[in-house]
């Protein structure tokens, strides 16, 4: 009895709504007889059921609305690692067109490079560098099956980059501008003043045998001269950046910056006589 006691006690206010909404269903049942009373009656009821109701309902609701979002949520993170797994997949794809899109503005400023008369060009791929603390050249995929020899003049989007020194079969092996045994007719294009431009193995070239009071300055463009044989007239060396007179001698020292980055270039064109064979300049380009 006393735990009986004790039990309606600590859950008075839920025994106390089962028996109103036990006694409510109890008068609606009873009172069928007379519709009007009847419609009356059920007002009443409802009015007192319906917070009793809503009271005992409302955590069931709120339950439902907690197991409906965790879903979602359980959903959304599915999506979620879904789309990250596609993104992973697609990202090496997203690299291949970046490379693409790079090469191919690479490649159309080489074509856009002026024509250099009573000469054909051949384009050709850097495949190797063989630059050292003691030389600086690299290796293009054309050789002597392709029509190519020694002292052909190697040209990039930017200027001139050197001249074939060695061919093999399917390869040559291009002297870089700043190759220390590198020497170059050139004059400057405003001035018309001539020197040679000579390599450094460094960043930048020398013009030598410059007599003092030349009309030089910096910022002039250098351009090949056209004498010697190997360099058509007119192809861009670079620029010059520092005129300053020898402390003992009667030339001045005078630093040439080259156009083009001589590090990063990754595509040639050859200058070839025009009588050179070049029929199979876009298998040479195609090679990987």
Request: glycine fraction near 8%.
């Amino acid at each position: 009895m006393d735990a009986i006691l004790v039990f309606l006690r600590q859950y008075r206010n839920e025994v106390f709504a089962i028996f109103l909404l036990l006694g409510a269903l109890t008068l609606m049942l009873t009172v069928r007889s007379s519709v009007d009373g009847y419609r009356d009656v059920r007002g009443a009821v409802m009015g007192v059921v319906g917070p009793v109701q809503q009271v005992l309902l409302s955590p069931l609701e709120v339950w439902r609305g907690v197991t409906g979002r965790v879903s979602e949520l359980v959903r959304l993170d599915d999506d979620n690692r879904h789309l990250r797994t596609e993104l992973d997949g697609l990202k090496p794809r997203i690299y291949q067109l970046e490379e693409l899109l790079q090469e191919n503005r690479r490649l159309r400023a080489l074509l856009n490079m002026p024509a250099v008369p009573n000469y054909r060009t051949m384009a050709a791929r850097v495949v190797g560098n063989s630059s050292s603390a003691f030389s600086r050249s690299f290796l293009i995929s054309a050789g002597s099956s392709d029509g190519v020899s020694d002292r052909v003049a190697v040209v990039g989007a930017e200027g001139l980059l050197g001249r074939v020194v060695q061919v093999s079969p399917q390869s040559s092996l291009v002297l870089s501008l700043l190759d220390i045994n590198s020497r170059v007719p050139v004059l400057v294009q405003r001035s018309r003043v001539r020197a040679i431009a000579a390599g450094l193995n460094g960043r930048y070239l020398s013009l030598a045998f410059v007599p003092k009071g030349s009309d030089i300055r910096i910022g002039d463009k250098m351009i090949t001269s056209g004498t010697g044989g190997i360099f058509p007239k007119g192809l861009l060396l670079g620029r010059v950046i520092s005129v300053k007179p020898q402390d003992m001698g009667l030339f001045l020292h005078i630093l040439v910056e080259p156009e083009a980055d001589l590090d990063r270039i990754e595509e040639v064109r050859l200058l070839l006589n025009a009588t050179m064979d070049v029929s199979s300049s876009e298998q040479i380009f195609n090679t990987p």
